[in-house]
């Protein structure tokens, strides 16, 4: 199963990938974590990294490409994959259908997740993520159990710096002019699916299942 998961901030698009990773056994790859890994590690990408994503703009797609390219090459992704938050831009998109041409490999669905400014907005103050495991969770929609604790693995939960309201409403701008593009190239391209974000989160889950 290779899988891209498209959308704008706070879709959903990595509630979704852990479900699906989970139940087909597949990486997830999202370039926003593995960014933010860089951060932490206080890298020397993350160090060049930190200041654009803080601010909600996309990095350089050069950057991104060698993270893709690298996952992609390892043999972790022969058996399939969950792109989330890559591609982002037509030049990203370009250079991944070449990458997946001259492997042979094809894409099996892209999945664009359909949410409105305000829900995106409200979603993301409520989010917390699991430092340890990923798991997100949210003060609204989806609550842990034990206050601040992940419920899968009993990790802390954090916000991001790129959660308050006006970098939120940044990057809204910003997925509209360089990402949502790429809707209208995948339809081209025929793989393109629309799912209703709106709906609740095991919901969605079933409908992306059903396009499956
Ligand atoms: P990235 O980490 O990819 O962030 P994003 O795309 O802005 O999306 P989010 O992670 O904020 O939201 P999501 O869609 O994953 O939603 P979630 O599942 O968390 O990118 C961050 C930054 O990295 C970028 O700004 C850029 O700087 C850089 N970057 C990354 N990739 C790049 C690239 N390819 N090129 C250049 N730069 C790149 O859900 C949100 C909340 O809602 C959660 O609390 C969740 O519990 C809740 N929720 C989810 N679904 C539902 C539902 N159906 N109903 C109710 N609540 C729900
Ligand atoms: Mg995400």
Redesign the pocket.
Known sequence: MRLI?L???????????NMLKEKYDIPHI????I??AEIKKKSKLGLK?KK??DS??????N??LGIIDKCIETGECKIGFIL??????IV?AESLKQSLEKRKIKLNKVIN?IVSDEEVVK??S????CKNCGD???T???PEQEKGKCDKCSGKLYQ?N?QKEDVVRD?LK??KKQTQPLIDFYKKEGNLVDIN?????N??FKKILKVL
């Open positions: 998961l959308g704008p901030p706070g879709s959903g698009k990595g509630t979704q990938a999202s370039t926003g974590d960014l933010r990294t654009i994503m909600g703009k996309l990095v350089n797609d950057i991104v989330d938050g890559f591609p982002r831009t990203q997740i979603r993301i409520g989010r917390w993520t997100i969770f949210n609204y929609t989806k991001r790129d990057r910003v997925y974000g709106l709906l609740p989160i919901k969605v």
